[in-house]
Each structure stands twice: as C-alpha cells, then as structure tokens.
C-alpha cells in the first residue's frame, strides 16, 4: 500500500507529548502514512514569524494538503492573533467538526444515569466574530464586526448536509440567534433551508442557540448534527465536551475545499506540561477524523476498537475515570492501546457508514477565489448611519446634526448602544460616548455614495466621526435593521 505523507505540527506545551504517542500508536498499527514535521507554534511565532510558522512549513501543509496538529499557545498580548485560528481562516477550512460520543470507562453524569451520547457540532469556522476585526472609536467603546457571508454559510450548509447524506444522519439542526440577529444569523439560517432544500431525504430544523443550550445540558440525545456561526459552535461544542467527560474526549476536524486540519478542542494545558500525564485521547480521536478522512477507515476502526477496549478495561490518565485504579502516564496509557491492537471491545464501533473518501492534493489557484452569488440584486443608495463621539444630550446632538439635513435627506433617529434616543426615547436609557445618527431619504427616493460620502465630510468638520455605514436596499428590501425602540 502506497504510503500517504502528511504535515504534522507537534505543538506546545503538551502537544509533542501527546503527538508522540499518537504517532507510536499509528506507526504500530502499521497505517500507510509519513509525516512530515514542520516548524509552527509559539516558539517560532517567537523566532518573529507572525503567523507562528515558516515559510517552509506553509508551503509543505499547502502542498501535502492535510496538517495533523497538537494545539498551540497564543502568545499573549495585545494586537497578537491566535495561530490556531490563523491556520484555520487563511487555509479556508471553513467547516469545524466535532464529534461527541459517550465512551465506555469515562463516567459522566449521563453515562451514569444510561444516557448514551452521540451528536456532532458543525461549527462555521472562517467568519463572526472570528474575523477578528476590531476598533475603539472612542476611549470608551469597542467595537467588533460580526461578518456573516452568504456563501460563507453556504459552504458550511452543504458540509453539514453532505456529511448527513454520506454517513446516516436523519435530521440536521440550525442553531442561531436570529430573533434577535435579523440580518447576520437572519442570513445564516436563510441559507440553511436554501440548502435543505436539496437535501429532502434530510430532516431539517432549526433552534435558537438559548434554548439549544438548555435542551443539551437536560436532553442531548435528542440531537444528532448541529449547525452553528462561528462563537456560537466554539461555546456550544465546549459544553458538548462537558457531557462526553471533557476535553480529553473532545477532537476535532477542520475541513476545507483543499487543506484540512485535524486537532484536538483542548489547548496546550501548560499546567501539567512535561509531566507525562496528559491523556492523549481526543488527539488520537481527531487522528481517527484523519484516517477516515485519507480514506484509510479499516485503520481507524482497529485503532478505535482498541481505544475503546482499554477504556472498558478501567485504565484511564488521571483527568478522568475511576480513581481507585492508579492513573497511567501518558505514555503507559499509549501503551495499553497498543497491547490491545486488534482485540475487540465488548461493545464494538457502531459506524453509521463508510464514507468513501474524497481526499485529493491541493490544486494550486493562481489567486484568492471570489464567491460572489451570481444572481445579483437591484441595489439603491438610501442614507447613512453616521457614528461619532459626544458627551452632549441626544437633543443637542440633534440640534447640531439638523444643521446638515437637505430636502430629501433628513435626519431620522439617533441612537446609542443600539437604542433610539431621539426623536423619542426614554431619560432611563443610560448613554456612553457613542451615538449613531441616521440620515435616511424618504420612501422611494435613491442617493449617490458620493453625496453620503460628502455628508459624513461635512459633518466630520463639527463632530468627531469615528466610522460610517452606507445605508442600501436590495431590491426593495432595506439592508440594515431598525434601532432597539424605533
Ligand atoms: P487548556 O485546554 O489548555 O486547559 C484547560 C484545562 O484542561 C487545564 O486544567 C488542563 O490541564 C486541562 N487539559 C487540557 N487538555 C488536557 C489533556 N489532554 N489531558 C489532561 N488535561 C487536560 O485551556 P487553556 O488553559 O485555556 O489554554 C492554554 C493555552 O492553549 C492558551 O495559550 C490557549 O490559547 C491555547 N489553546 C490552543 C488551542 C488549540 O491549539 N487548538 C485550543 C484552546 C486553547
């Protein structure tokens, strides 16, 4: 059997322990692959690579197509970024999977009670909050973009749903803020029925992310594939890791068009670092996400049917399990595994399917792919949300930003925080030093960006206006949403 070569990044802190004895495992379970180590994580980010790897490194995952990676420390710091989350946005793995299953040996409170868990989290991984697009505009107030694509949310539907066609699944979830998020999570579960509807085999319904919280921790079973924006999927899929025993079971596969990454949720737990004691287990659960992904799914099963063994037989690390058998190192704990190659667990893998793999090498683009929807909308300029700094009363605010109103553009509201203050409002809406002010022509009539551009200017010259936000209808629906109150 041809061998296939991948990237492997050891990572920090206890990442090359945990690598090590993951790849003894494969290596002794004879899988067909080679790795190839590359220099990524703190210490390089140290070494002044910004992006916490080389040169060398990038070009090997972007040739070899599949990275297999321990976590990595953030450095601290303000301005720096994650280097996790680096790899994952400029590398386009624009779908996070998570898988959590209730295992023989790891007591939780459902497994005690005879609740058996399986569902996996579908987390959208490039945008939301993720985009990381931050800025004071004023001493006070910060503010981060929340972009949500529709093509974005596309890609991560359809994973969600092909994953569902290829491996069983009945129903797929949309997990989402909408009520309250009408155009962001609005867009993101629009196009989830958008893509449901070439899926009718498939269930599919959505929840809001509140009550997907609740009905997780008092009824999980009662779920099988969720779909969720960015910051939504990262909390959900930490509580997940708490009903299945924590994140020594939680892994992790980051799945894009072209490189794929596969890694546990846990980071680099600096706290037993060197210690020998870290359970190596969601790691060589995300290895099993690697082998089937490389279509290599008889390894994975022998390898997971070994692992389940050496649960059943009560050995564990000492994060979990039952404490009146002595904990086993890391490397022991590896070691059992290893012994068990090829033994059969009492309650053997209940695979849903074999996928049959879609594993290609990266095709190279020449540059950056756009995906923009083809079919394009009637787009019209209709005013401007202009914000700026004042410690002033909305009234006086208002008064000076009257000055600037034409016969079409008027001045509409001025809100803060979110919340219109005038032309009505409350005394009880407490304020910071950041209005919003809404000039808007009256229904029907359209503007120029220019004359917009050149209403921010001219106002700029009394005001401080800290940002802008050109107001526009897509056909004839408006592309902003109301103020709280308006
Ligand atoms: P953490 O996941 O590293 O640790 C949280 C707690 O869980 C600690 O008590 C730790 O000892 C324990 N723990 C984690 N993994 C374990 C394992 N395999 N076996 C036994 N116990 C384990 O989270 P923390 O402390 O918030 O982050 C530490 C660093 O890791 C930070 O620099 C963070 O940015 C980074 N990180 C990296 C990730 C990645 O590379 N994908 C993901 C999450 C955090």
């Not at 894009?256 to 600096?270: K, L, M, N, Y």
Request: with cysteine; aromatic share 8%.
């Amino acid at each position: 059997m041809n061998k296939i070569k991948i990237a492997v990044a050891k990572g920090d802190g206890i990442g090359p322990e945990i690598m090590d004895v993951v790849l003894s495992i494969f290596d002794a379970a004879n899988v067909p692959l080679t790795y190839e180590i590359i220099e990524m994580g703190k210490s390089f980010y140290d070494k002044g690579f910004s992006t916490g790897m080389t040169q060398e490194a990038k070009e090997t995952v972007e040739s070899l197509g599949v990275l297999f990676k321990g976590p990595m420390e953030t450095p601290k710091g303000k301005g720096v970024k994650s280097i996790n989350v680096t790899a994952r946005k400029t590398w386009s793995t624009y779908a996070n999977r998570r898988h959590f299953k209730s295992l023989t040996g790891v007591n939780t409170v459902f497994s005690k009670a005879g609740i058996p868990i399986d569902l996996t989290i579908v987390r959208e991984n490039i945008e939301g909050t993720y985009g990381g697009i931050e800025h004071m505009l004023t001493q006070d107030v910060a503010l981060c973009r929340r972009l949500i694509s529709r093509p974005g949310s596309m890609q991560v539907h359809r994973f969600a749903f092909e994953m569902a066609k290829k491996e069983g699944f009945k129903t797929v979830t949309c997990a989402h803020k909408a009520n309250i998020m009408k155009l962001t999570d609005g867009l993101f579960l629009d196009t989830f029925y958008e893509v449901a509807k070439d899926y009718p085999e498939i269930s599919a319904n959505d929840i809001i992310v509140d009550d997907l919280a609740m009905k997780l921790v008092s009824k999980p079973q009662s779920f099988e594939l969720v779909v969720l924006t960015n910051l939504q999927g990262d909390i959900m899929s930490d509580l997940c890791a708490g009903l299945v025993g924590g994140l020594g079971f939680a892994p992790s596969a980051n799945i894009g068009d072209q490189i794929s990454i596969f890694e546990a949720v846990h980071g680099t737990a600096p706290d037993i670092m060197g210690k020998n004691i870290a359970n190596p287990t969601a790691l060589l659960l995300s290895g099993f996400m690697l082998l089937r992904h490389l279509g290599l799914m008889d390894f994975a099963d022998k390898i997971e049917n070994a692992l389940l063994l050496t649960l059943e037989q009560g050995n564990h690390t000492g994060d979990f399990g039952d404490k009146s058998n002595p904990s086993l190192s890391t490397t022991e704990f590896a070691e059992k595994i290893i012994s068990n190659l090829g033994k059969a667990p009492s309650i053997g893998l209940n695979r849903k399917s074999q996928i049959p793999s879609t594993f290609h090498l990266p095709e190279k683009p020449s540059v950056q792919k756009m995906m923009a929807s083809s079919l394009r909308k009637q787009e019209k300029v209709t005013g401007l949300d202009l914000f700026f700094e004042s410690q002033d009363t909305p009234q006086s605010c208002a008064e000076i930003l009257k000055g600037f109103e034409s016969s079409d553009v008027k001045l509409i509201m001025i809100s803060n925080r979110g919340t219109q203050v005038w032309p009505s409002g409350s005394v009880f809406t407490e304020c910071v030093d950041q209005y919003r002010a809404r000039f808007e022509l009256s229904v029907g009539k359209e503007t120029t960006l220019k004359e917009m551009m050149d209403l921010a200017t001219r106002i700029s010259e009394k005001v401080f206006v800290s940002s802008i936000e050109i107001l526009r209808y897509f056909d004839n629906n408006p592309g902003y949403s109301l103020a709280q109150g308006q």
